[in-house]
Nanobody
Framework: VQLQASGGGLVQAGGSLRLSCAAS????????AGWFRQAPGKERELVAA????????AAADSVKGRFTISRDNAKTTVFLHMNSLKPEDTAVYYC????????????????WGQGTQVTVSS
């Protein structure tokens, strides 16, 4: 599976962004997808994830109620809808995939896209 992330940028606090992760290669519909982020000097952390079927999701406490993960009907693209952005959301965001089930652990994901920078100004 090859993953291509896009949609990052510079936004003011309180603004919104939508990140996209386009998948190609193997049947992406059988993979769980996750969005992670890594800020300078910090470990990579799970932001949100969705199971292969879309019936289970997970999100970090820090983004609950503000960020939403979704997949398109063909399950070839995963989105991260980010609202009410805060300066502390500033990080490089990565999409990742693993077979079927959600995991909070980055090393459980086999496939990674390149990062996309999100910068939130105060």
């Amino acid at each position: 599976v090859q993953l291509q992330a896009s949609g990052g940028g510079l936004v003011q606090a309180g603004g919104s962004l939508r990140l996209s992760c386009a998948a190609s290669g193997r049947t992406f519909s059988t993979y769980a997808a996750g969005w992670f982020r890594q800020a300078p000097g910090k470990e990579r952390e799970l932001v949100a994830a969705m199971s292969w079927s879309g019936d289970r999701t997970a999100a970090a406490d820090s983004v609950k109620g503000r960020f939403t993960i979704s997949r398109d009907n063909a399950k070839t693209t995963v989105f991260l809808h980010m609202n009410s952005l805060k300066p502390e959301d500033t990080a490089v965001y990565y999409c990742a995939a693993r077979v079927m089930y959600i995991s909070y652990v980055p090393s459980d994901y086999s496939y990674w896209g390149q990062g996309t920078q999100v910068t939130v100004s105060s």
